[in-house]
Structure formats: structure tokens, C-alpha cells
Nanobody, 125 residues
Framework: QVQLVESGGGSVQAGGSLRLSCAVSGGTYGPYYMGWFRQAPGKEREGVAV???????TYADSVKGRFTISQDNDKNTLYLHMNALKPEDTAMYYCAATQNTSPRDLLLPARFPYWGQGTQVTVSS
């Protein structure tokens, strides 16, 4: 059973930066894809950024050029570096993982069976 624990959320003004972390543990075989998703009040959960074991990354159009997903394998930690934050980035951010190696629909939350508890990001104007 893969276990994920997020940290690093907080409140920031528009234009600011935050770095989210996701500590990964457990599971006989490590995840193949790991990603960040977010859910704002009253909205559906959406994919933000996903990274595969081969290093390939996929980003939502709304965050391209502003967010970067990275992974430190030695520390078993996934990161989301968020720059130029906007009020519309305000949401609960979740780390997710899957051992499914299919490269299709990577930003679809239903693809991911393992989830963290979430960390809140609030961006004020």
C-alpha cells in the first residue's frame, strides 16, 4: 500500500511562490506515475502536473510555465514548485500515485488509486 503525505501549503499573495512536498512510502513496487491534483470549493478535482519514472512530465495548460514537478528519489519525495501564483490557483492540493504504466489520460484523477490527505494553498489578490 503506497502512502503519501503532503506538506508545504500556505497563504501567499498573487505573484508569490510556494513549494509543495509529498513524502512517499510503502508499496512492494514503487509508483510509476506520481502527480499533483487540486480541488477548489464547488469544483471538480483536476490534474495539475504528473511525472513518470522515465522523467517525462505532463502539465495542465493553466499552470504551464509557472509550475514545475520534480522528484528526489533519494528522499522519496515529490515536489511541486509553484511560481507566479494567481488567486485562481487557490485550492486543496493533493499528491497522487499509480503503478499503472499506461501514459493515457495522466491528468485524470480516476487514473490514480493512491492519494494523500491534501494541503491547502490560498492565493490572495
Amino acid at each position: 500500500q503506497v502512502q503519501l503525505v503532503e506538506s508545504g501549503g500556505g497563504s501567499v499573495q498573487a505573484g508569490g511562490s510556494l513549494r509543495l512536498s509529498c513524502a512517499v512510502s510503502g508499496g512492494t513496487y514503487g509508483p510509476y506515475y506520481m502527480g499533483w491534483f487540486r480541488q477548489a470549493p464547488g469544483k471538480e478535482r483536476e490534474g495539475v502536473a504528473v511525472r513518470g519514472n522515465d522523467g517525462r512530465t505532463t502539465y495542465a495548460d493553466s499552470v504551464k510555465g509557472r509550475f514545475t514537478i520534480s522528484q528526489d528519489n533519494d528522499k522519496n519525495t515529490l515536489y511541486l514548485h509553484m511560481n507566479a501564483l494567481k488567486p485562481e490557483d487557490t485550492a486543496m492540493y493533493y499528491c497522487a500515485a499509480t503503478q499503472n504504466t499506461s501514459p493515457r489520460d495522466l491528468l485524470l484523477p480516476a487514473r490514480f488509486p493512491y492519494w494523500g490527505q491534501g494541503t491547502q494553498v490560498t492565493v490572495s489578490s
